[in-house]
């Protein structure tokens, strides 16, 4: 297989293509894009024989900003014939043996949607014949690579394998939240979905854990907050704006109509700084420098909003300068983690971690 797929949101294909060069790149891996707009996915195919998994196992997936999943791919399976689609997809994975996992997945549009019932009842046929010709094992295992075949038309798919400690647990790389009743605002979506992303589930306990301080930059109306409070959190909300009434009968928030821009916490012990606020992303970063270098917070998750152009390119040169600053200020120990992720629409999420290896006081 020549190929890597990638998973996008639909309208970014250029900015996940853009992406995915540079980086076969710093990889001495040559290749070629080839995307349409509004497809929802990239196909990145490789000069060489071998190196689309050579991707698909080096390449981490969560260094990728645009990339919601990839996978090592087959060329397009065209033409698919009603009567049998199984047999030329088991065909097309004969070199996978024994993957933990199948998923049959659409690209994220409406076009493709429309395919979702089909996908779910190929399923079982296609799991039984994997299953008899030795590519799927009898029972999953999440230790072994992931089967995926996408179908981005009616009768054509793209067949092939990602491996599970590079992969979303995902379908199409998209977490399935609900949104909750009682919350502010649907951003809040965006939060709970960046504490999946970014903190392991297995270390949530201890760093999104009951009584930690957090702050909220742009409050208003709560819904990065709301977050926050049934975590157990006490929170500064900081915005000139109203804040939600239920939330501030909590008794967990104490609200301050402030500028987020300017407020300053009176006490060193914030965990978490979260901000959403509708600003160009160069004065947002610049704001979250400056948190870091004095020091006041542990962990920040941090949205920005991104212009209509050279959105790939923006968002490289503001993580690439945050990083020089931070250590030509003395930061050095720190991660930066930067995702688009689906409940973003014309923005990304960034986590920054500082002092990951030490504990918190």
Known sequence: MKNLFLFCRAGYEKDCAAEIQLRAGEMNIGGFVKANRDDAYVIFQCFAEGDADRLAKELSLDSLVFARQMFAASELLADLPQEDRVTPIVEALSQVEKAGELRVETPDTNESKELSAFCRKFTVP???????????????????????????????????????????????????????ADAPSRSTLKLDEAFIHFIPKEEQETRLRSGLNAVDLGACPGGWTYQL??????VHAIDNGPMNDKLMETGQVKHHMADG?????PR????????????????????????????????????LKLPMKSRFKEVHQILATMDEILRENGVEDFRISC?????DRDEVTVHLWLYPERGWN
């Open 268 to 303: 060193k012990n914030i965990y978490w700084l979260v901000c959403d606020m509708v600003e160009k992303p160069s004065r947002v970063a610049e704001l979250m420098e400056a948190w870091a270098i004095n020091g006041w917070f542990k962990e920040a998750i941090f949205n």
């Open 339 to 343: 995702k688009h992720l689906y409940h």
């Open 229 to 234: 409070v049934r975590r157990g959190m006490m």
């Open 126 to 180: 296609l799991r039984q014949s994997l299953r008899k010709h030795g590519n799927l094992l009898q029972k999953e295992s999440p230790r072994r690579p992931i089967i995926h075949v996408c179908f981005v038309a009616p009768g054509q798919a793209y067949a092939g394998y990602s491996y599970s400690n590079n992969s979303s647990p995902h379908f199409g790389g998209i977490p399935r939240l609900k949104f909750p």
């Open 261 to 265: 821009f300017r407020w300053e916490p």
